[in-house]
């Protein structure tokens, strides 16, 4: 049972133009979501998080969304560049069982 | 600040042997979790590990056990090896767990 899941595998963005990646969830329970960025031979590292009593957090070019209702959380990252390559994690958190839950990852490309 | 140090970083290992895989957290940090990476699977959460004590468990067979010292480094331990078992294997340290993990690189294992 897959909780969290990243449907696109993978994303292709010119730099410079805008990236999203989409992250859904089905546990109504989970109360705090993070992003992670994993590069190859490296562990994941964080970038972004969100509490579930906010709908938007921001940090330099990196904004995360969080739509409740719907169950769905976002990350845009804008402008793009070829650094941002990598594999992004999207995980959720129940803060009361201290459980974290990873989707299965989307590998963003951006090229030059 | 020293990071989250696993070793071995890469093994290869028989069907049916077992595996000891260990992880030194960042200093001051006592929550320590495991995670399996797999292609297609994303992270999957092994256990988490806090002051020593078990706190939390994935669903994974009994084949995978784990443990933590008095000093916070953690060590899993994988028996009666399967083909299935190879996978990159993560170890995060927290100073507790709120979702903003420090990982290690992974201790990469095959099993032939």
Same mark, same amino acid.
């Given at each position: 049972? $897959? ?10 963005? $010119?730099? @410079?133009?805008?990236?999203? =990646? ?37 940090? %330099?070019? &990196? ?9 769905? +959380? ?18 959720? #958190?129940?803060?009361? &069982?201290?459980? +974290? ?5 989307? /590998? ?5 | ?36 990476? !797999?292609?297609?699977?994303? #992270?999957?959460? =092994?256990?988490?590990? &806090?002051?020593? !004590?078990? /706190?939390?468990?994935?669903? &994974?067979?009994? /084949? ?16 009666? +090896?399967?083909? @299935? ?11 507790? #767990? ?5 990982? %290690?690189?992974?201790? /990469?294992?095959?099993?032939?």
């Amino acid at each position: 049972d $897959q909780q969290v899941k990243q449907n696109s595998p993978s994303l292709s963005v $010119q730099e @410079g133009r805008i990236s999203i =990646l989409n992250c859904d969830y089905t546990n109504s329970m989970f109360d705090y979501f993070l992003w992670y960025k994993k590069y190859p031979a490296e562990g994941p590292t964080f970038l972004i998080s969100i509490s579930s009593i906010k709908d938007k957090n921001e940090d %330099g070019r &990196f904004t995360v969304f969080l739509n409740k209702s719907a169950k769905h +959380l976002s990350l845009h990252i804008v402008p793009s560049q070829p650094g941002d390559s990598a594999v992004y994690f999207c995980a959720a #958190l129940n803060t009361g &069982f201290q459980k +974290l839950v990873f989707g299965t990852g989307t /590998r963003l490309l951006v090229s030059p | 600040k020293a990071g989250v140090t696993q070793t071995p970083r890469y093994l290869i290992k028989t069907r049916g042997q077992q595996v000891t895989l260990s992880c030194s957290p960042i200093s001051g940090h006592r929550s320590v979790s495991w995670y399996q990476q !797999t292609p297609g699977q994303g #992270l999957q959460f =092994l256990f988490e590990y &806090f002051s020593e !004590t078990q /706190r939390n468990k994935g669903n &994974f067979p009994g /084949r995978f056990s784990g443990r933590q010292f008095s000093n916070s480094r953690s060590e899993m331990n994988v028996s009666t +090896l399967e083909l @299935g078992d190879s996978a990159l294997y993560l170890c995060a340290s927290s100073l507790a #767990l709120t979702g903003e993990l420090f990982f %290690g690189e992974g201790s /990469r294992l095959t099993v032939l």
